[in-house]
C-alpha cells in the first residue's frame, strides 16, 4: 500500500519543494515558492497513478475535518485489505497540513487551497465494477 502524504510544502534540500507544491507556494526550502514558468504545475499523484493498468485502487482523502479523517481512516483500511488480497497496486493521498499555522488557520487553508486544486475523491476503484 502507497499512502502518500501531501502536504505540498515538503522540500528536501536547498531549493527544493514537493513536486505537489501549489503555484505561490512558498517552502522552507524554497522560500520564493513555486512558479509554474521555473517549476511546472504541481503533479497530481491520484490522476497519475489512476492511469496505470496495474493500478487497482486510488483515492485522495483529507484530514481537515471529523468527517474527512472518517473517510480517510476507511480508504486506509481498504487500501490494505486489498492489498492483502493480492489485487493489485494501491495508493491512498492525503492531504495533510504543516505549515506553522494555527490548527483552524490550517484546516481553513487546506480547504480554501489544497482541496479546489487536489480534489477529493476515489480515483481508481476495480472492485466497484
Not at 51 to 57: C, E, K, L, N
Request: glycine share 8%.
Amino acid at each position: 500500500v502507497a499512502i502518500y502524504i501531501n502536504n505540498a510544502i515538503y522540500g528536501m534540500t536547498g531549493g527544493q519543494m514537493a513536486p505537489t507544491t501549489l503555484i505561490g507556494q512558498k517552502a522552507t526550502t524554497c522560500p520564493a515558492g513555486r512558479s509554474e514558468e521555473w517549476s511546472g504545475l504541481p503533479i497530481k499523484m491520484c490522476e497519475m497513478l489512476a492511469a496505470v493498468p496495474s493500478s487497482y485502487y486510488i483515492e485522495r482523502v483529507a484530514v481537515n475535518n471529523t468527517a474527512n479523517i472518517a473517510k480517510a481512516k476507511k480508504a486506509i483500511a481498504k487500501a490494505f485489505r486489498l492489498q492483502m488480497e493480492g489485487k493489485g497496486f494501491t495508493m491512498i493521498e492525503v492531504l495533510s497540513t504543516n505549515w506553522g499555522l494555527s490548527p483552524v488557520e490550517a484546516m481553513n487553508w487546506l480547504e480554501q487551497n489544497m482541496i479546489p486544486y487536489y480534489p477529493l475523491g476515489v480515483y481508481k476503484d476495480k472492485e466497484a465494477k
